[in-house]
C-alpha cells in the first residue's frame, strides 16, 4: 500500500509538471501572435496549414503533432505518455485559451515587444517543465533530444537549426513572418538551454520512458516506478 501511495504521489507531480508545461507553451504561442510581430517557426508553418485549410491554429498544432509522431515510429523512435498528450494538450489549450479572449495586442509597440520577449522566455521553461518529468519527449523536443545526443552540440543550436528549418518552410506556406520571427528563431534555443540550467536538466542524460515501458510494466526507466 504504502509504494502504491507513493506511485500515486509520483505520477501526480509528474502529470502537474507535464501539464503545467503544455499550458505554459499554449499561453506562449498565442502571446507570439498576438504580438502582430511575427510567430515562431513552428507556428508559422501551423498557420501555413491553417491558410489551406479548416483548421484551427490548435488543431494545426495536433495534426502536425501526429505526423511526427508517425514518422518517427517508421524511424524507430518509440513515444511516450508525453509525447501523445502534448500532441493532444497543447493544441486543446491554444484554442480554449483564444477562445476565451484573455490575449489581446496592446496599443503600443513596446507592449508588443515585451509581449513577445515574454512568450520567448515561457516557452523556455515550457520545455524544460514537460521534459523534466521524462515521460517522453513531445514530438517536437523528441527531435531536438534525438540531434543533441547524436551530434554532441549545445541545445542552442541544435533548436535553432531546426527552427530556422521550419521556418522556411512555412515561409513559402504562407505563414506569418515578421521581425519577431526572427527573434524567435534565434532566441528560442537559449531560452530552452537557460531553463534547462535554472532546472538542471541535461538532455543528454534525459531517459525517457517510451510506451513499450508501460507495456513492459517498466515505466520509469529501469528499476524504478512511477
Known sequence: MNNFKKTLLE????????????????VAI???FYSRLGMSPWDVFHVGIVNYSTLTLGQASQVVGFVI?????????????????????????VDLIDHIGIINTPDSIF???????????IMGFATYFY?????????RDGLMEGLVRKLNKPVWLIRGMIEIT???????MGGPVGIGTLLLAFLIGPSVQFAFKIGHYDPQ???????LDYFKGNACHGDRSL
Request: no cysteine; glycine share 12%.
Open 131 to 139: 521534459l523534466r518529468v521524462e515521460l517522453g519527449a513531445g514530438p
Open 30 to 32: 498565442l502571446l507570439t
Open 11 to 26: 505520477l501526480i507531480v509528474k502529470m502537474t509538471s507535464l501539464f503545467f508545461g503544455f499550458f505554459l507553451f499554449a
Open 69 to 93: 509522431i508517425l514518422l518517427s515510429l517508421f524511424l524507430g523512435v518509440v513515444p511516450g505518455i508525453g509525447s501523445i498528450l502534448n500532441m493532444i494538450f497543447i493544441g486543446l489549450f
Open 166 to 172: 521550419v521556418l522556411v518552410i512555412g515561409f513559402f
Open 111 to 121: 507592449g508588443r515587444v515585451l509581449m513577445l520577449l515574454s512568450a520567448i522566455i
Open 205 to 211: 542524460k534525459a531517459n525517457h520512458a517510451n510506451l
